[in-house]
């Protein structure tokens, strides 16, 4: 591979269900297929990504090393040791679109970057970023939030909370819910939220289950149950 070195490589995954070429380009299999160590959210995912992306690559070959929500921070003080010691490429997979990104394998990028080693982030699809593209929202000024509080008191009082800085900044509010729970949030939303303020959905990206559609409120209000539930969904508020 031309110009291939040691270096913590940001490898992003696919969204869901959905060919390897439907939003990866070739250049990330090439560099797949020069690395033998990976960081993984799990290895079960990763494995299943690498031979969606190339069925020919050794799986036994490879080393995974797991770094998820479940990981003690202290206790991977040696997880780019291939990189730093060997001199050897490292990857990092997440178990859906971009490494580090609303995902655990920041703390192994963060630590990378203290170290002074090299990172290569390579291209591929983020959903926050298409998400952002397709609702018809600001996308000069956006925030991610995460999930909101599970608590219905504080989950409402956090929705006023994104909707007065969507007016007053007008800036573009983005969160995540857990896929079971999505008709419970957009229940919510539109009991919480001004009938004008606008709200998009965007599920199922790059998959066969696709859904994205921005509506107000009082539009939401009159809708039909929207084809999401069980689907990773992002939603987005915005100003009227």
């Known amino acids: ?20 070429e439907r939003s990866l380009p070739s250049y990330n299999k090439e560099v797949l297929r020069g690395i033998k160590h990976f960081i993984v959210e799990s290895r079960r995912e990763a ?14 070959s490879l080393s995974f090393t797991e770094l998820n929500e479940h990981t003690d921070l202290k206790t991977i003080g040696k997880i780019l040791d291939p990189l730093e010691k060997q001199k050897l490429p ?10 580090a990104v609303a995902d ?23 959903s926050m970023i298409m998400a952002v593209m397709a609702s018809g929202f600001n996308g000069q000024s956006f925030s991610f939030n995460g999930y909101l509080p599970v608590k219905p008191n504080e989950r409402v009082s956090k929705l006023h909370q994104l909707e007065s800085r969507a007016y007053k900044e007008d800036q573009t509010q ?22 004008e303020t606008r709200v998009c959905i ?20 009159k809708a039909g149950e929207p084809p999401i539930q069980k689907v990773p ?3 987005l508020i915005y100003k009227g």
């Open 1 to 20: 591979m031309e110009n291939f070195k040691p270096a913590l490589y940001l490898i992003p995954n696919t969204l869901g269900e959905t060919s390897y």
């Open 47 to 60: 494995i299943r990504f690498i031979k969606l992306a190339d069925s020919e690559i050794d799986i036994d």
């Open 90 to 99: 490292m990857g990092v997979i997440s178990d859906a679109g971009c490494p």
């Open 104 to 126: 655990p394998g920041a703390a192994a990028v963060e630590m990378a970057q203290r170290k002074n080693l090299c990172v290569v982030p390579l291209v591929g699809p983020s």
């Open 174 to 195: 983005l969160f995540i819910e857990a896929p079971y729970r999505n008709l419970k949030m957009l229940e919510t939303i539109v009991k919480s939220l001004k009938k």
């Open 202 to 221: 965007a599920a199922g990206m790059t998959t066969k289950d696709e859904y994205i559609k921005t509506m107000t409120v009082e539009q939401w209000k």
């Open 233 to 235: 969904a992002i939603f």
